[in-house]
């Protein structure tokens, strides 16, 4: 069994540049590959990026490619996003999960943060 737990959101200006944190415990994450999703209210939990086990592969989705960066510290498991050039539309609650294989889907994910909420004010 995995837990995690987000961290790093909250109330930010559009152009920012906040760094949310998800922190693994329980099983070692170090050999699940990591997501990141969102919800924004309204609309249905979306990718937003994820990582290898390893990290020696990422994947993004289009509305944040160039503007976001996944990465992990196993040893101390933790997954960071950091997040350039906020925009309004950003805004949503932010969910890292662990699966087995990284992949776009939520289905494909096991384990489930209880999120962070994130709000960009233009």
């Known amino acids: 069994q995995v837990q995690l737990v987000e961290s790093g959101g909250g109330l930010v200006q559009a152009g920012d540049s906040p760094r949310l944190s998800c922190a693994a415990s329980?099983?070692?994450?170090?050999?699940?590959?990591m997501g990141w999703f969102r919800q924004a209210p309204g609309k249905e939990r979306e990718f937003v990026a994820a990582?290898?086990?390893?990290?020696?592969?990422?994947y993004y989705a289009d509305s944040v490619k160039g503007r976001f960066t996944i990465y992990r510290m196993n040893a101390k498991k933790t997954v960071y996003l950091q997040m350039n050039s906020l925009k309004p539309e950003d805004t949503a609650v932010y969910y890292c999960?662990?699966?087995?294989?990284?992949?776009?889907?939520?289905?494909?994910?096991?384990?489930w943060g209880q999120g962070t909420q994130v709000t960009v004010s233009s």
């Open positions: 990582i290898s086990w390893g990290g020696g592969n990422t």
């Open positions: 999960a662990g699966a087995n294989r990284a992949g776009w889907g939520v289905d494909e994910y096991d384990y």
């Open positions: 329980g099983r070692t994450c170090s050999t699940y590959a």
